[in-house]
Structure formats: C-alpha cells, structure tokens
C-alpha cells in the first residue's frame, strides 16, 4: 500500500522554529513536494526534494533521507501568517503523486 | 501570468442532483489534474490528463463520476447523482509535463466548495 504520515496539529509560538515531519512509505520514489494550504484556499508549493540533504529557500528548508522515507519540513521565524496546513506529498516510481493529509499549524503570538 | 481558473467557486445542491465544475488550466500546461479535498484531509487525486488523454483514473468513482479535457485544454468535471459524502472541495492543477522527464510542480486552482443537502 502507499502511506503518508505527518502529525495532524502542531502548534509554535511567533519568532520560533518549528519542524514537521513527514513519513512514506510508496511504490517507489521519485521526489517529494512540501505544499502550504491556508484554510479555504488552494495549496500552494514550497519545495521539492528529490536527493537526500537539505534544501534552503528562505525561511523554509526541507530536508530529505530517501533510505529512511523521511522528510520534514522546517520552518524558521515564525510569523502569524504561517498559520496553515502542511501538506507532505510524494511521486512514486508511476510518477503518480500522493498526498499526506497536513499537519494544522497554529501560530501564537 | 493568470493562474488556474475554476467555476463555480460554490455550489450547494441536494443528493441525486447532477452538477459540474469548469477548470482552464494555465496556458502551456499539457498536464490537468482534479483532485477531491475532503475537510481535514489531504487532497485525493481523482483523475490526471496528458493533453486530452486520460493518464490515470484509478480512483474516480466512475458509477457517478465522468471526466474529460476536449481539445486539450480545459476541462469539466461531473458527478451524476450527487451523494452526501461527495460534499469536498474540487481542486484542479495542472503542471507543464511530468511525463516528459520532468517533475514539474503542479499549480492549483481556487477550487470549486460542493456541498451536497
């Protein structure tokens, strides 16, 4: 089967960091998407990873082990704005891409 | 550069009525994607077209569920009769050409709120 975990909430404090992770496990891999989704709007693209390491665009890096199946997602200084869902998707071997269901972060002031 | 479009942002309709949903992708995009977003949930990939050829529609119901992209471009989505559990989110993407050896990053629409009474 394909599975994609990432905790459902998280909730950080403005200023701080945070990081969400991501698990897989697909029919083989062929890259991993990092989408921000406000409530009521389309999920916009962060990032795509397709070699392991860390990739830096900003505030946000995403980070990436292919031999763990593991991803995450940090983001840095937070602001209120990054209140959204997080949404882990990946592109296996059938270049078919599946979603993880988010993860809701709250930011507090 | 416009973004993808979708009509109609909202439609409520009662359970065993028809309804459809409109998507213009951005210009140049050869690949087309519906998606279904059930509240609290990621989005579930309904059907994906490679210009008007159908790639992948293994998760459309397709008892209630038709799909199709004429002349390559835009696209309409139906559900005849509607059921309770079809009220989501409908979201349409599309993305330049995966299939030609690219990953490319897929680019949504607004997305059409359907709730069904």
């Given at each position: 089967g394909q599975n994609i975990d990432q905790p459902t909430e998280m909730t950080a404090t403005e200023g701080a960091i945070v990081q969400i992770n991501c698990t897989y496990q697909t029919s083989g891999f062929n890259g991993l998407f990092w989408y921000q989704q406000h409530a009521g709007e389309a999920p916009t693209f962060l990032s795509y990873n397709v070699l392991d390491g860390l990739e830096e665009k900003g505030r946000f890096s995403s980070f990436l082990s292919r031999s763990k199946g593991y991803s995450y997602l940090l983001l840095k200084e937070?602001?209120?704005?990054?209140s959204a869902s997080y949404l882990c998707a990946v592109l296996n071997r059938d270049d078919k891409i599946i979603f993880g269901k988010g993860t809701r972060l709250h930011i507090l002031p | 550069e416009a973004g993808v479009a979708q009509s109609p942002r909202y439609k409520i309709i009662e359970k065993r009525q028809s309804v459809a949903f409109w998507c213009n992708p951005i210009s140049g995009h050869a690949t087309l994607y519906w998606y279904q977003q059930i509240l609290g949930q990621g989005p579930k990939l309904l059907i994906q077209f490679q210009n008007n050829g159908v790639?992948?529609?293994?998760?459309?119901?397709k008892d209630r569920f038709s799909a199709e992209r004429l002349k390559g471009v835009d696209s309409t989505l139906k559900i005849q009769?509607?059921?309770?559990?079809?009220s989501a989110v409908y979201l349409c993407a599309s993305s330049?050409?995966?299939?030609?050896g690219n990953t490319d990053t897929q680019y949504f629409g607004p997305g059409t709120r359907l709730t069904v009474l």
């Open positions: 937070l602001q209120m704005k990054d | 790639v992948d529609d293994s998760q459309l119901p009769p509607a059921k309770l559990e079809d330049l050409d995966p299939l030609a």
